[in-house]
């Protein structure tokens, strides 16, 4: 069974900065892609950062050059550094991962971490 555990949300002002970090963990072989999504209330799940592991990255627009994905592969783990934040990136942070594991290759999620900007 894969397991991924996110950490790091919380409540921060606006134009402060919080660190989210994901671990994946049980029988994987190998993760392709790592990356992080949001869903704010009322609102559908997006994607904010992806990264592959040969390192490349890709951002939502909404957050690029305010937001750095990373990740340690050999420890099966993904960051998410938030700086600047808007109220507007007040939602649910999950933690999603597309592994290959004893099961075959399927897409893992976290139970997600809240962030809340106030303004």
């Known amino acids: 069974q894969v397991r991924l555990v996110e950490s790091g949300g919380g409540l921060v002002q606006a134009g402060g900065s919080l660190r989210l970090f994901c671990a994946a963990s049980?029988?994987?072989?190998?993760?392709?892609?790592m990356g992080w999504y949001r869903q704010a209330p009322g609102k559908q799940r997006e994607l904010v950062a992806v990264?592959?592991?040969?390192?490349?990255?890709s951002y939502a627009d909404s957050v690029k050059g305010r937001f750095t994905i990373s990740r340690d592969n050999a420890r099966n783990t993904v960051y998410l550094q938030m700086n600047s934040l808007k109220p507007e990136d007040t939602a649910v942070y999950y933690c999603n991962a597309d592994l290959l594991g004893v099961r075959g290759s399927y897409d893992a999620w976290g139970q997600g971490t809240q962030v809340t900007v106030s303004s």
């Open positions: 049980g029988s994987i072989f190998s993760i392709n892609a």
């Open positions: 990264i592959l592991s040969a390192g490349s990255a």
